[in-house]
């Protein structure tokens, strides 16, 4: 993809995405992940949790309706996000400032750009 930034853009297996995530995060980067299979999800956000991401900091974007009915229970803010980020998405192309972590899946990998600037992101 001769247009793809960040120019950074890393390609991780699913045993060092963590700690690549957090190193980023605790850093000041930003992150934005796409997973394949969501099984992972909650590790994930408590990881980046455990690194001083705030909830507010995390959005979630995915096609699965029972993912998103299970963040409403254990993570109230991230599910609340959810609407504000898929509007910015669509609306205007870039993710919300104070987002510092972004997860998506196949619902973002098509058809969407990203237009906001990030330190890092993987797949």
Not at 16 to 41: F, H, P, W
Not at 61 to 66: L, N, P, W
Request: with cysteine; aromatic share 8%; net charge positive.
């Amino acid at each position: 993809a001769k247009y793809v930034k960040p120019k950074n853009l890393n390609f991780t297996y699913r045993k060092r995405a963590i700690t690549e995530i957090q190193n980023t995060l605790r850093s000041g980067g930003t992150v934005v992940y796409y997973m394949c299979l969501l099984d992972k999800l909650k590790e994930l956000i408590k990881a980046a949790k455990d690194v001083g991401i705030d909830e507010t900091q995390i959005a979630v974007s995915v096609s699965d309706s029972k993912t998103i009915k299970d963040l409403e229970t254990a993570f109230p803010t991230i599910h609340s996000n959810i609407q504000t980020v898929e509007r910015s998405l669509r609306s205007s192309m870039v993710i919300p400032n104070n987002i510092k972590f972004f997860i998506t899946n196949s619902k973002n990998k098509e058809g969407i750009n990203i237009n906001t600037v990030y330190h890092t992101a993987f797949a």
